[in-house]
């Protein structure tokens, strides 16, 4: 079992940035892929980023290659989503998500944390 909790959610203007950051609960980290998701009011949750169980092999949506950077610290149990140019429509509620034995590709994820809110404001 693992619990996940997302903090660094806020309000950021246009062209603004923020770091979001996920903790894991338990002593096998390493043991699974990390993704961030994220859903918008009125549509379907979405895959924004994804990071290997050693940190060296990432992989991201389209709408935020180049802008989004994820990370993790093992040591720490905690996976990073660095968010710079930040756009309105990367409004929506971000979660951060655990697939065991996963593949970086993997969509399918088996622990999900609460979410955290990040609004931009244009």
């Known amino acids: 079992q693992v619990q996940l909790v997302e903090s660094g959610g806020g309000l950021v203007q246009a062209g603004g940035s923020l770091r979001l950051a996920c903790v894991a609960s338990g002593r096998t980290f390493t043991s699974y892929t990390m993704g961030w998701f994220r859903q918008s009011p009125g549509k379907e949750r979405e895959f924004a980023a994804a990071i290997s169980r050693s940190g060296g092999s990432t992989d991201y949506a389209d709408s935020v290659k180049g802008r989004f950077t994820i990370s993790r610290d093992n040591a720490k149990n905690t996976v990073y989503l660095q968010m710079n140019s930040l756009k309105p429509e990367d409004t929506a509620v971000y979660y951060c998500?655990?697939?065991?034995?996963?593949?970086?590709?993997?969509?399918?994820?088996?622990?999900w944390g609460q979410g955290t809110q990040v609004t931009v404001s244009s």
């Open positions: 998500a655990a697939a065991g034995g996963a593949t970086l590709t993997t969509r399918t994820y088996d622990y």
